[in-house]
């Protein structure tokens, strides 16, 4: 097979008019030609850190939407069916993937479950990670959020560690807001690329030190505004990342997005897809190709630098998308889940007011980290402690799904609803049911229809009720990814219509329950400070 066009040497900076040869899903040989098609080609697109199972698509799935894009490969952490399933649901991720021509390259998750301060549905112990890092598809540690663990010399956080050295395989870091000696130590100790940087100092601060910055614009958390300028003075050390993607957010675009985004600032286009083609393969070892001869015919053709619309896709030399379409076929797809709990009361979910103000959760609109703000409480005639709607300060409910348990109660402040309540079982990291609303009535419906499927995302209104299924670990489907975008749109546009005002309602209120990224979060056991790493009081309590 040949195709001609001119070609972009990102490796080489350079730009020329080529053909490629193309033999056994490699690059045989580049041959300069003066007389060639019009098009540019030039290395695929790779996310340096994805969360698949967060576009609520199987991998087989995501690898039809991602492709469109221009996305050849992804550096994929499962750690989320990992914290419902185990070893077994990284593997599912796997033979998953395999169904289809395209280049996950998945991490041994390093955190399952996530913090001891919440329930999740499995443990992936130290011997379950080497079992996963001695696999050949296996390509890294996947992301260490126990930071203090590692500061503080936790003995199975540097188990784990120690493992992924012992097998040259490198170990992704996961520390916000971590600065000065204490990034030193925690990079000294093995974490070399962080995705949590949400600011220009931090993430200087962490790469003075040799750490690698992958810089996330993703459905909930964008950090590209605040990050991009590093490329100009640290292009060899910037990957690019979605970290969580929504359906409806990947049929828009992906990694392609911040290319353009990033030429439309001004930035040098080598510099660009240094980042966005380059480093993660040399970073991770991936086995992706860069237009090398004797490499895996791994590229895209664009219309041009300028417009940067992608036009074909190939990977391993077979053409997977062609002027927006996917080529890639759907698979069969199995379906794995751990949901054990039963639909709940109007009467679980009740709280008496102590008197006094209560600690509220600021939820921040782009950010996955949250601020703890003082409310006056409000109650109904009861007694009880409601919503407050006049006042945005709204009943947050966590459900343990993995067993019976009494729902943790908190309230938060910015989710706008105005009427009726969302939820969902995507609920970072354990992926118990989080759910937000107006009512206490509304909430119990919106978190029983997900119990009743066994996951998904649902919206309840005073006239209607809407659900996505996500029978898969409760987090994603096995249907086809654009109707599922389809639907998950609109479900996401009933929640605006019911008055949020968040770019991504469902994607952040899945971050309520992330302990791991401060201030204030929400888990199955209560309400968390994540700054201290301790458990706060709903009612504030003066000394």
Known sequence: MKVSGHIIDVRNRRLFKGILHIKDNRIERIEPSDTVDGQFIMPGFIDSHVHV????????????????????????????????????????????????????????????????????????TSDEVRYLLEKDEIKYLAEMMNWPGVLFNDSVVH???????????????????????????????????????????????????GMKIAIREGSAAKNFEALIELLHDHTQMIMFCSDDKHPDNLVEGHINLLVKRALAKGHELFNVLQAACINPIDHYNLEVGSLRVGDFADFITIDNPSNFNVLTTYINGEKVAENGKTLIPRVNNNIVNNFNCEPILESQIQIKNKGGKINVIEALDGQLVTNCIEAEATTDQNGNLVSNIENDILKLVVVNRYQPAKPAIAFIRNFGLTEGAIASSVGHDSHNIIAVGATDADIVKAVNLIIEAKGGVSAVSEKEESLVPLPVAGIMSAEDG????????????????MGSKLNSPFMSLSFMALLVIPSLKLSDLGLFDGDSFKFKPLFVEHS
């Open 159 to 209: 188990e784990k560690i120690n493992i992924a050295k012992s097998l040259g395989k490198p170990i992704d870091g996961h520390a916000p807001g971590l600065r000065g000696e204490k990034a030193e130590a925690y990079v000294k100790a093995g974490m070399s690329t962080d995705h949590e940087c949400f600011t220009k100092e931090e993430a200087l601060d962490k790469l003075k030190h």
């Open 53 to 124: 199972e967060s576009s609520m698509l199987v991998p087989s799935e995501f690898a039809r939407l991602a492709v469109v894009h221009g996305t050849v490969a992804t550096v994929s952490d499962p750690h989320e069916i990992g914290n419902v399933l185990g070893v077994k649901g990284v593997e599912y991720m796997i033979e998953n993937g395999k169904q289809v021509n395209f280049k996950f390259n998945f991490g041994a998750p390093s955190c399952v479950p996530a913090t001891t301060f919440e329930t999740a549905g499995a443990k992936i």
């Open 482 to 497: 654009y109707k599922v975008a389809e639907a998950y749109s609109a479900i996401d546009q009933m929640s605006k219509q």
